[in-house]
């Protein structure tokens, strides 16, 4: 069974750093895309970064390029979302997403998706 479990979210003042983690069980990283999205209330999921599963390589939407950077670590089946410089309006549930995307940043083309973890920055 695919699962996947995120966590590190919380309370932060505005120009700090969060690290969100997402422990994966059930698929190897070679199988699947993993993506961070988020979501504030009423509007729908925002991709923000993406590790490839065809070419291995990270994407990363334009507006948090330069303040979030996602890794891995394969012998954790974890992957991470460094987020750095932080703004109020990053306030959202986060989420991690596993699946087999022809546009990485498209929520409906994946398979798999955490509970999510509350990030809110404070002004």
């Known amino acids: 069974e695919v699962q996947l479990v995120e966590s590190g979210g919380g309370l932060v003042q505005a120009g700090g750093s969060l690290r969100l983690s997402c422990a994966a069980s059930g698929f190897s990283f070679d199988d699947y895309t993993i993506a961070w999205f988020r979501r504030v209330p009423g509007k729908e999921r925002a991709g923000l970064a993406c590790?490839?599963?065809?070419?291995?390589?990270?994407y990363y939407a334009d507006f948090v390029k330069g303040r979030f950077t996602i890794s891995s670590d394969s012998a954790k089946n974890t992957v991470y979302l460094q987020m750095n410089s932080l703004k109020p309006e990053d306030t959202a549930v986060y989420y991690c997403?596993?699946?087999?995307?022809?546009?990485?940043?498209?929520?409906?083309?994946?398979?798999?998706w955490g509970q999510g973890t509350q990030v809110t920055v404070s002004s």
């Open positions: 590790i490839s599963k065809s070419d291995g390589g990270t």
């Open positions: 997403a596993a699946g087999s995307p022809e546009w990485v940043f498209s929520p409906w083309e994946y398979d798999y």
